[in-house]
């Protein structure tokens, strides 16, 4: 079993910064997938980012040059730096896991909020 514990989310202002972590209890050497995925009120849950076990990443295209995605191994902990925040990057951030088997693990959402 693998859980996922979110931290860092709050309110900004335009332009800022935030910086979540999603730090893993429990096995996780066979996870070979890690990604950060957002989902606004009245709007489906979107994929952000996404880093394999080769630390290839991915972007949605809007937050692409904005947001970076990161792992520790060391820490069992990922990362997204999310950098010159807009409005339109309000939402419940969520992490995901999945292992080799295929099996899911989600975390249980933090709120991040830009607004003047």
């Known amino acids: 079993q693998v859980q996922l514990v979110e931290s860092g989310g709050g309110l900004v202002q335009p332009g800022g910064s935030l910086r979540l972590s999603c730090a893993a209890s429990?096995?996780?050497?066979?996870?070979?997938?890690m990604g950060w995925y957002r989902q606004a009120p009245g709007k489906e849950r979107e994929l952000v980012a996404t880093?394999?076990?080769?630390?290839?990443?991915h972007y949605l295209n809007s937050v692409q040059g904005r947001f970076t995605i990161s792992r520790d191994d060391a820490k069992n902990t990922l990362y997204l730096q999310m950098n010159s925040l807009q409005p339109d990057d309000t939402a419940v951030y969520y992490c995901?896991?999945?292992?080799?088997?295929?099996?899911?693990?989600w975390g249980q959402g933090t709120q991040v909020t830009v607004s003047s």
């Open positions: 995901r896991f999945r292992t080799i088997q295929m099996t899911d693990y």
């Open positions: 429990g096995s996780i050497s066979s996870v070979n997938f």
């Open positions: 880093i394999t076990s080769g630390t290839l990443t």
